[in-house]
Nanobody, 117 residues
Framework: QVQLVESGGGLVQPGGSLRLSCAAE????????MGWYRQAPGKQRELVAR???????EYTDSVKGRFTISRDNAKNTVYLQMNSLKSEDTAVYYC???????????WGQGTQVTVSS
């Protein structure tokens, strides 16, 4: 029902910045909880940031103060601004859309973020 297309990943030096985008196509985008998750090699997928339809946000402790999630309902797009990147931020980042937290929702294909000198 909902298709998510991610972009913006790539290679960046420590301390640099990237902006990830997730374009959604489907019904009721503005009603969905939008989230960014990441998975590093050998690790579990973890929540990075989440924004509820009302604008409330959540961040994992390791990215607080560095990452910012935002959404543009007119463009059906959610963003993740990533500043002061560290090597430990290296992972595949996934976009997720769900109408309730207890639902699995829909997932993007993932975009690789590599932070390295």
């Amino acid at each position: 029902q909902v298709q998510l297309v991610e972009s913006g990943g790539g290679l960046v030096q420590p301390g640099g910045s990237l902006r990830l985008s997730c374009a959604a196509e489907g019904n009721m985008f503005s009603r969905h909880i939008m989230g960014w998750y990441r998975q590093a090699p050998g690790k579990q997928r973890e929540l990075v940031a989440r924004m509820y339809s009302g604008g409330r946000t959540e961040y994992t402790d390791s990215v607080k103060g560095r990452f910012t999630i935002s959404r543009d309902n007119a463009k059906n797009t959610v963003y993740l601004q990533m500043n002061s990147l560290k090597s430990e931020d290296t992972a595949v980042y996934y976009c997720n859309a769900r109408i309730q937290l207890w639902l699995n929702g829909y997932w993007g294909q993932g975009t690789q973020v590599t932070v390295s000198s």
